[in-house]
């Protein structure tokens, strides 16, 4: 299983996510915003972000961008949530809300493969 780190502003998906993340068997970390996720990513790299793109302080737009543009982290895929998922266009794959749990754990179990794969 993988490291997934959860970048959302709201706690409640956060939890819901770690949820349905610990339960399939991975390891959750958590930030609230994307200045933070990247601080976590450059402390502790996770196999994957799971990222929502409207936030306060930095959003999913700049941090899929920063992680991209970073030899250290543009091979961390990324999965972007988001019911504006048009801003997601960078992300490795992309979920609108709401989606089903089953969706989710299925992409990202896919972007997790795919990774493990690159390595």
Do not use: C
Not at 15 to 39: D, I, K, M, P, S
């Amino acid at each position: 299983m993988g490291m997934i780190l959860v970048v959302d502003d709201e706690p409640d998906l956060r939890y819901l996510l770690r949820l349905f993340f610990t339960r399939a068997g991975h390891q959750v970390a958590e930030a609230g915003n994307g200045a933070t996720a990247l601080a976590s990513v450059h402390e502790a790299p996770p196999d994957l972000v799971v990222t929502d793109m409207m936030m306060p302080v930095m959003g999913g737009v700049e941090l899929i961008r920063r992680l991209h543009d970073d030899p250290a982290t543009a091979a961390i895929p990324i999965l972007a949530v988001s019911g504006d998922w048009q801003l997601a266009a960078d992300a490795d794959a992309v979920l609108a809300k709401p989606y089903r749990r089953a969706e989710l754990l299925a992409a990202v179990d896919g972007l997790l493969q795919k990774g493990r794969e690159g390595q």
